[in-house]
């Protein structure tokens, strides 16, 4: 394993921890063997767990930054916390049972790097199965769109672009494309951005 490199980072990648530390070393373990890792810094913020999650994981990853709060306060803040003490021109809020490939490091960069008005970014995600989790990607829920999901319309007709507005099952999951919301479970934002907007409320 590749220790970061001491330049500036590019990426900073920001986990939120609660008493699942066995999760949250194979997910840094996935990170360490990524593409760009070397240009990575990995900050967890521990929500007050209270277990030996601390001790596991620092002694096995010294390069992580660990922010212990003294109580839980949530995602949200423990998001913020982390964002404040990145240094990253990327920022990627991810949950910690969750594995990343060998490139989604660098091409998460590059299509930042290539589409200028890209501001957040969510990769494809997959269950452990390997399918689709099709929550990755979501429209605003009007009340037409949460009528078509609770009716049970969607599953039926997951093609339509009326229907199937809730998880935009009519998109190819293999193409790019602009989506109202994206799963917080890893969620790419510039940081100038989330700077902008002061993080999450």
Known sequence: MVAPSLLSPLVSVIIVNYRVPEFLRQCIHSLADA?????????????????????????????????????????????????????????????????????TLSAAVEFF????????????????????????KRSFPTPAVAFYRLSGLSRIFPHSRRFGRYNLTYLSP??????DAISGSCFWIRRTLFEHIEGFD
């Open 113 to 136: 790097n290539q589409t200028a008005n890209a501001g957040i970014v969510g990769p494809k995600i997959l269950n452990g199965d390997g399918t689709l989790q099709v929550g990755c």
């Open 35 to 103: 593409a760009l890792f070397t240009r990575t810094e990995i900050i967890v913020v521990d929500n007050a767990s209270g277990d030996d999650s601390e001790t596991i994981i620092t002694k096995q990853f010294p390069f992580v930054t660990w922010l212990g709060l003294k109580s839980n306060a949530g995602f949200s803040k423990a998001c913020n916390v982390g964002a404040r003490n990145a240094l990253g021109e990327f920022l990627l809020f991810l949950n910690p049972d969750t594995l990343v490939s060998h490139t």
């Open 174 to 179: 293999d193409q790019t494309a602009e989506v």
